[in-house]
């Protein structure tokens, strides 16, 4: 194929080699093979490394593979900043394809995104629920949900669905902005980081685009959605347990808020998250309030007490 497109997968995994195993056999299957795969390790413990080793999982007669090791857990957000920031300083490569360890690519996802590169830079696979594919992995939006016939009447012309993606879930990014926009936050940790990217990058001018038949599998988001009636709105509120997962998603929705749309929204919902905080645990009301003033002072430095 002349000028072919040189693509270089990213995925970001932790202490779920399974997974991972699953997601590199069907990015060896793809029918548009990628030039390069670099998997970032958190520093995992359950024998990652060992399993990629023993089972040649890093040979590949026509795809380079890298394996780093972190040394220590960086989170989604440090693991894609590394990946991303290794494989652009090559510049070998015209795009990134970014993706979590959980999911994995349809033997097309690639193929069907590469035709677009050069008009677009920022090309999210069509993200289906892996347990049932007539869902989406996420709400695209209120009135849709994850209705997936619903969300696929929303392409144009080109089979394409104008400023929706589901990053770093089969994203990808061109080596054009990457070098215009940077490298996604290493800071934020966790949660966050894909909407403050999204936003960086519609910011620059750069417009997020799905096609549909690139289809990326994925679990359904684990978090139960709960609603409170405020004046004509509902508000949607997520209660967690986890302090470490509770500092982030606050922090960094907090940081996010100035770029996002239904910013009044999500201030509400952070007044019921901590009415319902207030109720059920002390302990976690006071990790959510320090999220909160951690978000307003920039801070990103308060969730590494939370992380083992």
Not at 9 to 34: G, M, W
Not at 185 to 206: C, L, P, S, T
């Amino acid at each position: 194929m002349e000028n072919k497109k040189k693509i270089a997968i990213v995925i970001v995994t932790f202490n779920r080699k399974e997974e991972l195993r699953r997601c590199l056999h069907a990015l060896f299957q793809q029918e548009y093979l990628p030039a390069a795969i670099y998997i970032v390790d958190n520093n995992s413990s359950d024998g990652t490394g060992q399993m990629l080793k023993d089972e040649a999982l890093l040979e590949h007669q026509k795809i380079k593979l890298h394996y780093i090791n972190s040394g220590k857990n960086l989170g989604g957000a440090g693991g894609f900043y590394l990946g991303v920031k290794t494989a652009h300083e090559t510049q070998l490569y015209d795009a990134y394809l970014l993706m979590d360890d959980d999911g994995w690519p349809d033997k097309g996802e690639i193929k069907e995104m590469v035709p677009f590169l050069g008009k677009y830079d920022f090309i999210n696979a069509f993200v289906v629920n892996l347990n049932d594919e007539t869902k989406t992995a996420f709400k695209q939006s209120e009135v849709n949900g994850n209705d997936r016939r619903k969300v696929e009447a929303l392409q144009n012309e080109e089979g394409l669905i104008l400023d929706y993606a589901n990053p770093f879930n089969g994203t990808m990014i061109s080596k054009k902005l990457v070098g215009q926009i940077g490298y996604p936050k290493a800071e934020m940790f966790i949660y966050g980081d894909e909407v403050e990217y999204f936003n960086r990058a519609r910011k620059f001018g750069f417009q997020p685009v799905t096609p549909i038949k690139s289809i990326h599998r994925h679990p359904r988001s684990k978090a139960k959605m709960n609603y409170q009636k405020i004046l004509c709105w509902n508000i949607p509120y997520v209660l967690r347990t986890n302090p470490l997962i509770i500092y982030c998603a606050h922090r960094n929705e907090l940081y996010n808020i100035c770029t996002i749309r239904n910013g009044l929204k999500i201030f509400l919902a952070d007044i019921v998250t901590l009415y319902h905080y207030n109720k059920t645990s002390k302990e976690l009301r006071n990790v959510m309030l320090s999220a909160i003033w951690a978000g307003l002072r920039r801070d990103f430095t308060g969730h590494l007490k939370f992380v083992k």
